[in-house]
Nanobody, 126 residues
Framework: QVQLVESGGGLVQAGESLRLSCAAS????????IGWFRQAPGKEREGVSC????????YYADSVKGRFTISRDNAKNTVYLQMNSLKPEDTAVYYC???????????????????WGQGTQVTVSS
């Protein structure tokens, strides 16, 4: 059974850091591009970051560039999102998703992603 499980969310103050984890089971994560999306209350889900499977190339939304870093540990079948200098506008539920085989990283739409985790809440207070 394919499963993605996010963890690492929490309540922090502005300027602090969190590291989110996306642990995969039921499939070998290193064959798939993995993306992080987030959804704030009353807003649509938006792409945050993505890491490709073939060359490990990374992609970031402009709003998080320079503050967030995505990485993968294939031995642990886990993708991480290191979030530094957090801002109140980063408050959202964060989801990781795996891209269907053959699709390249995209942050514009979540439609090519075929498996999602349950999400982890990140709350940043001012």
């Amino acid at each position: 059974q394919v499963q993605l499980v996010e963890s690492g969310g929490g309540l922090v103050q502005a300027g602090e850091s969190l590291r989110l984890s996306c642990a995969a089971s039921g499939f070998t994560l290193d064959y798939y591009a993995i993306g992080w999306f987030r959804q704030a209350p009353g807003k649509e889900r938006e792409g945050v970051s993505c890491i490709s499977s073939s060359d490990g190339k990374t992609y970031y939304a402009d709003s998080v560039k320079g503050r967030f870093t995505i990485s993968r540990d294939n031995a642990k079948n886990t993708v991480y999102l290191q979030m530094n200098s957090l801002k109140p506008e980063d408050t959202a539920v964060y989801y990781c998703g795996s891209l269907a085989m053959g699709f390249s990283c995209t942050l514009v739409t979540d439609s090519p992603y075929d498996y999602w985790g349950q999400g982890t809440q990140v709350t940043v207070s001012s």
